[in-house]
């Protein structure tokens, strides 16, 4: 039903070309078979050899029956059929041999190649030819496809789904209700066009859903469509982009048109910040002009529907900032749709959709699961599914039990463990005492996120892990909780020096997080000293190119620049100050903690509570006031 299918042509040179190459193998064939050199070969050449005068003289006994001259070798065959061969030397003829005899009855038969055998003997070349000619033939038409490829760079690689090929329905997209509402409307400007256009209302062109990958936009898309049953057609911004200039441009043209043929129907441009950034300023080289082109030409075909071309462009980004204002204009996608990461009710309800079609066994607590994967997008909780049942799989557990899925979070969120990394005692030993660190200044700090587990198997890069699990989805952090945090990781490297007197490398990602933190606390948030003030420093500069980050300019003096710093170093050495300040005053229960995680390599925060209150604790009770008297 739409252009884009073509039916397989059925290649009539195709068919000439075996025919050429049957016929050449059949013509080797019929010379193999046939020649009469190749049929008496095995006779011939298998015959004793003996000496010229033996034929000679034997001719003159008349002891032969025949005798065959071929180039210099003469064969010579008695009665009884057997052969005997000789060489005579180049240039002796059948007289100089005096086999010549008028009356002497044997047959002296001269076999001249060139002459007598022509046919056979130019055979093989023939069929030689033929089967070179035809490897020729190959290679060029393959040269003459990618060529025809080139000319059909134009062509948009869409593809394209029928409205029965479309089988996503809002149902199979958990949470994200706000940005449903938003396209159930898109939904029914599709069905009912007339109901908008007999009051005079123009049907919005474009769709642009925002938010970071993995959110479900692609699937958002599809559930539209296959809401509003109707074709969808999909391509990738970077797919308009090619090593030619104006090929995506062409590109354009060809989506559209295809597209206008099948209306309703809707196109969907995913990573559209891949063509549609910022034109003019920054920005280098041809691709540049290329993506320009692009741009002007996806504007034009939007511009150019007719008020009743009921076609919906939806485009998918997750850099909205570095978009083309002309893009967002009214007219264009002038809808914005934002999608947010699921909040703990969201992801459960996702982690819902994608057990739909697994086994799980029964009194498996999805709720938990949800809890412990704040910032998970949908992708990654579709994978995690995905990964609990590969440990239910290889565990040979009949259902996904609650277990296969505790070990696909941790896989998930901080990485599968390593057991095969086999640290020395005395690594071990530093490691626990750091984490250990982290977990009881953690605990101590009254702001940060509660302890949730700690563990020393190595898990990717990381030798051990402290994990604090956010009880709710933040969307806004506190000054108090930024100091807390940057004591929590400072609590590491305080454990090691009190602990060893000595300091390790295995702290260096924890300083960077911490210095991360107190820097942007002084040029982001306001919230450093009075003479820095409530001032944002630094100035985000839009990125020169698809893929890198845009940096920051410098738009503040030497003396701030000095302030900054001055605020990051002396909130990092006070931190760090306070956390060896709790590891001292705990100093038995740092070595009790960690002679336990020693032993267990992981360690609950039920364990950790019943060492550290000394009694058995059921959930984090959190010792408020002990926290306050250090706090900032
Ligand atoms: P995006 O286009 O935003 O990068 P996708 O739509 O490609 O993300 O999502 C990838 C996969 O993640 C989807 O195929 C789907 O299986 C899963 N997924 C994402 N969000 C959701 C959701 N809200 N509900 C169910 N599954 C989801
Ligand atoms: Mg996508
Ligand atoms: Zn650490």
Redesign the pocket.
Known sequence: MNGSYRPPQKNRSQWLLSLLLVSGLALMGLFLLTSPDRANDQKYLTAQEVPISAITHGYANREFQKITVRDNRIFATRADNSVVQSYKEAGQTVSDLGLIDPKNPTIVQIENRETANLFYAILPDIGFLLIVGLVVFWLFRGIARSQNNALSFGKSRARVADAKQVKTRFA?????DEAKEDLVEVVDFLKNPKKYTNIGAKIPKGVL?V????????????AVAGEAGVPFFSIAGSEFVEMFVGVGASRVRDLFTKAKRNAPCIIFI?EIDAVGRQRGGAGFGGGHDEREQTLNQILTEMDGFEQDTNIIVMA?T?RPDVLDVALLRPGRFDRRIF?DK?DLN?RL??LE??ARNKKVAKGVKLEDVSKQTVGL???????LMNEAAIFAAKRKHAAITQEDLNDSVEKVTIGGERKSRKLSQHEKEITAYHEVGHAIVGHLCEHSDPLHKISIVSRGSALGVTWFLPQEDQYTTSKSKFIDEICGLLGGRAAEEIIFNEITTGASNDIERASAIARNMAMRYGMASPELGIVAYGERQGSAYAGTDPSLARNYSEDKARQIDDYVRATISEQYERAKGFLVKYKKKLEEVTQELLQEETMSVEQFMEIFEGKPVARIAKKKDEAKADNV
């Open positions: 199979d997209v958990a949470g994200a859903l938010g970071s990958p993995g959110t479900g936009k692609t699937l958002l898309a599809r995913d998918a997750n999608i699921p969201a309800k996702i959709v994608h997008t949908g992708a990654d909780l579709e994978n």
